[in-house]
């Protein structure tokens, strides 16, 4: 089956500095591949994405790059900001079968602190 | 365009008694799914829908079920609630199954 995992946390960072989340994944089909990030007490954001390899996401100074030969989505950020304190989940959304359930990591708190 | 709206945010429910938690999905969208939280099992899949027929169903008891109307909106419903079911209720909605999902804020649901 499908799974996904990322970095354990929490993970605590100093603003401005750079930030990687490592994220790999194990799909059968050709997996769309995302970033979620949950505030606390808030539900899941859509922070970004990549449909096929290669593909690059980017958002808000997020990036990260699907890398199929490594199965892995890493979340980077040049300059991290106390606002960005929250946990981040790696995801994918398998579109090979008929199944297009999202399967998630088990998240990662990150702290930034000023 | 309004997001994804979960309805009711907090809930405090006692065990034996039955919960129905609502979603209305962002307009134009047709595909709805429902995932819980909790902190020991993380998120997990529960159902989707599309276009009111049930397409999927996780790895939940036959108490836990689900449906969509014919204007999208969908509901969730848990009957004889255990202390187990109390978690963050996340309904999600997509224009088709297979692209990007956006998440509403969720239901707490509390059983005591």
């Known amino acids: 089956g499908n799974s996904v995992t990322q970095m354990e946390g929490p993970v605590t960072l100093s603003e401005e500095a750079f930030l990687t989340i490592n994220c790999t994944y194990t799909a059968t089909g050709y997996p769309s591949l995302f970033w979620y990030v949950q505030y606390p007490g808030e539900g899941l954001q859509l922070l970004l994405k990549a449909t096929k390899a290669d593909d690059k996401g980017s958002n808000k100074g997020f990036e990260a790059t699907y890398r199929k030969e490594t199965t892995s989505f890493h979340l980077e950020k040049g300059s991290v900001q106390v606002s960005d304190s929250a946990v981040y989940f790696c995801?994918?959304?398998?579109?090979?079968?008929?199944?297009?359930?999202?399967?998630f990591g088990k998240g990662t708190l990150l702290t930034v602190n000023p | 365009k309004a997001g994804v709206t979960q309805t009711p945010r907090y809930l405090i429910k006692t065990r034996g008694q039955q919960v129905t938690l609502s979603c209305s999905p962002i307009s134009g969208h047709r595909s709805v799914s429902w995932y819980q939280q909790t902190p020991g099992q993380g998120l997990q899949f529960l159902f989707e829908?599309?276009?009111?027929?049930?397409?999927n169903k996780g790895n939940f008891p036959g108490r836990f079920s689900g449906r969509q109307f014919s204007n999208s909106r969908s509901e969730m419903n848990v009957s004889t609630l255990e202390l187990g079911d109390s978690a963050l209720y996340l309904c999600a909605s997509s224009l088709a199954p297979a692209v990007e999902a956006f998440f509403g804020q969720g239901t707490r649901l509390t059983v005591v």
């Open positions: 995801a994918l959304r398998d579109s090979g079968g008929s199944n297009y359930k999202l399967t």
């Open positions: 829908y599309f276009s009111e027929t049930q397409r």
